[in-house]
């Protein structure tokens, strides 16, 4: 989703005014969809591939060890830590068979996957984030974090390596 020139402008002021919000925050803020939000992002801190990507970036977040999955409803945000459980395809939907993660996800329904390099709450952070065909979010899944609260250096590396081969893949 491409916002008018106008809304692009009230979404990057918004972004300006609250650095390091949640992108949901900023999206109900300007009353637009979250993927309009992402699309206003510079290109440093968002890069989109599309939603046929699905199943290959779950399996590749499978080997990144502990993660934080996160759902914001804008009334709640649900987070669960721990390894990104390897998943399977039945009766129409992504199934996550671990704990403490597992559940089930109508792939289908992502129309993008945003690789998120931007500031939230004031810390460096980076996530994976699934927007589905209504420009909301499906859910986002963070990199975890060291002891001293650092992101994790390897992951940070698989999230680099795993956005830059699928845009490029995406741009031939």
């Not at 925050?25 to 046929?52: K, M």
């Not at 009334?75 to 830590?81: G, N, P, S, T």
Request: charged residues 20%.
């Amino acid at each position: 989703m491409t916002p008018t020139a106008e809304t692009a402008t009230a979404i990057r002021a918004d972004l300006a005014a609250h650095p390091g919000s949640a992108l949901e925050d900023v999206a109900a803020r300007t009353g637009v969809s979250f993927a309009e939000v992402l699309a206003c992002l510079p290109a440093d801190e968002a890069v989109q591939v599309p939603g046929q990507h699905f199943e290959e970036v779950m399996a590749e977040i499978t080997r990144w060890g502990e993660i934080t999955l996160v759902i914001n409803t804008g009334d709640v945000i649900l987070e669960a830590k721990g390894d990104l459980p390897a998943g399977s395809v039945a009766q129409g939907y992504f199934n996550l068979h671990g704990r403490p993660i597992g559940g089930h996800i109508r792939a289908g329904a992502c129309a993008g996957v945003a690789f998120v390099s931007r500031g939230l709450f004031g810390m460096e952070a980076r996530s994976v984030q699934f927007i589905d065909t209504r420009g909301g979010c499906m859910f986002k899944i963070y990199l975890g974090r060291d002891a001293t609260r650092a992101l994790i250096p390897a992951q940070v590396a698989a999230f680099e390596a795993l956005r830059d081969r699928l845009a490029q893949a995406v741009a031939a």
